[in-house]
Each structure stands twice: as C-alpha cells, then as structure tokens.
C-alpha cells in the first residue's frame, strides 16, 4: 500500500518538491514564473508555484493553441512527476506498482483544494477536440486523451531528468525548510540556485 500518512513536516517537504517541479518546467517551455510558496489551510499543507502561463504571441491557429496548452499540461504534470521522485527519494516504502496513479489523483492541492488532476483534464477535453475527430464512444476518447497526457508526460520528464536541478535545488529547498522552516522562495532566489546547480554540474 503506498504510504500516504507523512508527517505535517513531511508534507511541507513534499510540497516543495511539487512546486518546485511545475516552477523548473514552467521556465523550460518559456512560460513567465514567480515565487514558490508553500502553507497550511483547513484542507492541509497546500502549495502555489507561480507560473504565468500567457501567450508571448497572437494564438492564430489551431495548432499554436494546441501546443501553448500542450506545453501547460507538461507544467501540471511535472508536480506530479516530481512528487514521485521526491516519494521514491525520500519515502521508498510505496507501492511501486501504483504510485504514479495515486499521485496524479491526490496530488498536492492549491489554496482552492484543487489537484492538478482536475486542471489537466478540463485541459484534454479541448486538446483532444484540435488534434481528433470528435468521437462519442467513451473508450474511445479516453484513449485519445490518455496518448495526448502520454506525450505531455514523456516530454516533461525528459525536461526534469536532462539535469539535475530538481535534485540539487529541491535538496537546497528543503535544507533551508529545516533550517528556518522558510517557505516562500523568491523568483530571485529559485534562479539563483537553478544557475548555482548549472555551475556545480559543469551544465
């Protein structure tokens, strides 16, 4: 069964690993990003990784509204790809069978109590209506819309695993948690460290 009780400091922890996985891909695709912040309403520990995800130009087809959400879905997927490896990291005790599916329906929530789960897939239902025919058979658009979430997962964990700076300054996150139990992180401060891992790997 996969672990799912953390502790509340577990948690936090957790969260910036979350956010700081939607923060690194948000970059990646050219998206503006601001701070991440992590925090406690009555629903839980909540996390908020500000990523801006607005056109830099005029969406004048169907295909460049296809790929500027496609590249959204890839910023919401990568809170749950990051949330997998810091469980595996940090957690290993999971059942490595069923992870991904668990995370992906109870990811860490906004303020609002909202998973990514739920933004991706009101995401795929206008995906699958530019790239596919409309079809009325529900297994048949499920499977539509699993390729589409399939291809935007591949190319966000390709995005996270080219380098190490989901590790290195996910590691750095969470020591200054320890230390201070800060828990909001600059834009300033996230490029900082993201450029500080770029030299410590020689990127």
């Not at 990784?49 to 910023?75: G, Q």
């Not at 749950?80 to 929530?109: L, Q, S």
Request: net charge negative; with cysteine.
């Amino acid at each position: 069964m996969i672990h799912n009780n953390l502790s509340i400091e577990n948690q936090y922890k957790r969260a910036i690993y979350h956010e700081l996985g939607h923060w690194l891909v948000g970059r990646e695709v050219g998206f503006d990003v601001g701070n991440i912040t992590i925090g406690e309403s009555y629903f839980g520990v909540y996390g908020n990784s500000e990523v801006k995800p607005i056109p830099k130009t005029k969406l004048t087809s169907a295909n460049a509204v296809y790929d500027h959400l496609f590249n959204r879905v890839c910023v919401l997927l990568a809170g749950v790809i990051a949330d997998v490896i810091w469980h595996k990291k940090y957690e290993p005790d999971i059942d490595k069978e069923n992870d991904i599916e668990y995370f992906y329906t109870n990811g860490v929530m906004d303020k609002t109590a909202i998973t990514d789960k739920g933004k991706i897939n009101e995401l795929l239902f206008i995906m699958n209506g530019i790239a596919n025919t409309p079809t009325q058979d529900e297994k048949s658009l499920e499977d539509q819309m699993a390729k589409i979430q399939s291809e935007a997962w591949s190319r966000s964990l390709n995005l996270l695993n080219k380098n190490k700076y989901l590790e290195l300054t996910g590691k750095e996150l969470i020591r200054e948690f320890e230390d201070s139990q800060m828990n909001e992180f600059t834009n300033e401060y996230l490029i900082q460290l993201q450029e500080n891992s770029r030299g410590s790997e020689g990127i």
